[in-house]
């Protein structure tokens, strides 16, 4: 019975990534369309991403007074819900005005459903299950290339994946009760992830290691972004590659990621989430060091690779490290942070190279990454430091406790 409900979570996670890229893949015909320039993608996208980091800040308010399962059923509805709107939607305000759901949608089943999977589950588990975010990931350009050669139209696309979710809302409303039963056999962690006190932000900052956390989880969304975006134009500007090849060179990465998370659910069996983190940093910065050394495109091809997968162990571990950092109670909370958190890092420093590459020089981006990485690698380890006495000194209770309660 539980495997069936990890089989659904794991669908869930395909569902996670599928709209994640459509509309990269589909603006280039969209904005003609809608006579806007095409940089008013940008516009969706921040929308997107504000409605993303309010539902996650809200994720422990939402989980504790509906549990995990509602949570994740009524956000990916919700998702439904916006890519329809998507695809029947004549003007580009009607886009955005469809955005603020497409983003509430995202953050709340984002942050509950990592927190119900690092309270329930073990850590193979979460890095396979963000492998399959990837896949659903990849899969969304290709759903989206097929309507659009098939003469259906961007808006088919977005319909088809529409449906796609409608599917997964039916088949997760239909799945609650497994929720529930998991989470009573699992030795009494239901009450605390739906019981007990909601905490306010200013509550969960001034948890021991929440805000060198939440750092973290900034620097990496930050770099992971960074290196994804400016990737094709570094090989094009730096090394001279064209524009079609860089592009597909430049995909590397993002393979990096996905076979790294894969890799990452068997290395688990044998290091705990810190040495995954470490072990990722470490891949990560050998990468950017390729990036960096004048040693010709080769080198600099290969050094995205390892990037990707540095990056893949980062962001699974720190998740599902949180209940045992911070305590179960405390953790749906920590993880709401922490994608809030990364969603401004993902917002704000991408941009921010593109001004040093148009003032400055684009040939910063290894430099640019370097930085990130160290103040990422400072923050996680002030963290460790932090929550591993906690303040009086002694292992706090909560981390007692989910040590009781772990699989």
Not at 389 to 403: E, I, K, T
Request: net charge positive.
């Amino acid at each position: 019975m539980f495997q069936l409900l990890l089989a659904i979570i794991y669908l869930a996670f395909i569902s996670l990534g599928l709209p994640d890229s459509l509309l990269g893949s589909a603006w280039p015909a969209m904005y003609q369309e809608f006579s806007v320039p095409v940089s008013y993608a940008g516009g969706i996208s921040m929308i997107i991403a504000a409605g993303t980091i309010i539902s996650s800040l809200q994720s422990d308010r939402l989980t504790r007074r509906f549990g995990t399962g509602k949570v994740t059923a009524f956000s990916v509805f919700l998702t439904a819900a916006a890519l329809f709107g998507f695809s029947v939607s004549h003007s580009y305000a009607a886009l955005c005005l469809w955005a603020v759901p497409y983003g509430l949608g995202a953050g709340s089943v984002d942050a509950s459903l990592n927190n119900y999977v690092a309270l329930h589950y073990e850590s193979r588990h979460m890095s396979w299950l963000h492998c399959m975010w990837g896949v659903g990931a990849s899969l969304g350009p290709y759903v989206m290339g097929y309507a659009l050669s098939g003469g259906a139209g961007w808006n088919m696309g977005y319909r088809y994946i529409a449906a796609l979710q409608v599917t997964l809302t039916a088949v997760l409303f239909l799945s609650l009760p497994l929720w529930h039963r998991k989470q009573q056999a699992d030795m009494g962690t239901a009450q605390t992830e739906e019981s007990g006190k909601t905490l306010s932000l200013r509550e969960v900052i001034h948890i021991p290691g929440a805000k060198e956390v939440m750092i973290t989880f900034f620097c990496y969304c930050a770099l992971e972004q960074t290196s994804g975006l400016w990737a094709s134009s570094y090989l094009v500007l730096r090394h001279g590659l064209s524009a079609d090849t860089a592009a597909g060179f430049a995909s590397l990465f993002f393979v990096g990621i996905t076979v790294g998370r894969a890799l990452s659910g068997f290395l688990t069996l044998k290091f705990n989430d810190t040495q995954m983190i470490r072990l990722g940093q470490g891949v990560i910065f050998f990468g950017i060091l390729l990036l960096l050394l004048p040693l010709g495109k080769e080198s600099a091809l290969s050094g995205l690779v390892l990037i990707g997968l540095g990056c893949a162990p980062v962001y699974p571990s720190v998740i599902h490290s949180t209940p045992e950092h911070f305590g179960a109670e405390k953790s749906q909370a920590m993880i709401g942070v922490q994608m809030a958190s990364a969603y401004v890092g993902t917002c704000l420093m991408p941009p921010l190279f593109g001004l040093i590459a148009n003032h400055i020089s684009p040939s910063l981006l290894p430099v640019y990454l370097l930085l990130i990485l160290a103040l990422m690698i400072g923050m996680h380890e002030k963290m460790l430091k932090k929550v591993k006495l906690g303040q009086s000194g002694v292992p706090m209770p909560d981390q007692v406790m989910w040590r009781q309660l772990k699989i």
